[in-house]
């Protein structure tokens, strides 16, 4: 498995959905401006490598589990015991 950071806009909509956040809380607890988080999101553009893995961080920290390809396609859940919960 690669060590680049991957997280689809998908998920990002998916994990922010599980947490009941808006793109605003989602930019104040990973540093990304809201207007990047909306080109994400809407599949407009691709973050840089950098930007991929604060949002990535955030979400994880509030307890969003990122699940990779295994024939059924990627997704998210939350961790048990997770802050969000």
């Known amino acids: 498995m ?3 950071i991957t997280i689809l ?3 990002s909509r998916a994990a922010r959905a599980l947490l009941n956040w808006s793109r605003s809380d ?9 207007a990047a988080l909306a080109d994400f ?3 407009k553009r ?3 490598d950098r930007t991929l893995a604060d949002i990535r961080e ?3 920290n509030a307890g969003v589990i990122f699940i990779e390809e295994n024939g059924e396609g ?11 919960e």
């Open 41 to 43: 999101e809407a599949g």
């Open 2 to 4: 690669s060590d680049k």
């Open 26 to 34: 989602l930019a104040s607890r990973c540093g990304v401006s809201m």
């Open 74 to 84: 990627p997704g998210v859940r939350l961790r048990k015991n997770s802050p969000a």
């Open 9 to 11: 806009a998908g998920q």
């Open 58 to 60: 955030a979400f994880e």
């Open 46 to 48: 691709t973050p840089y």
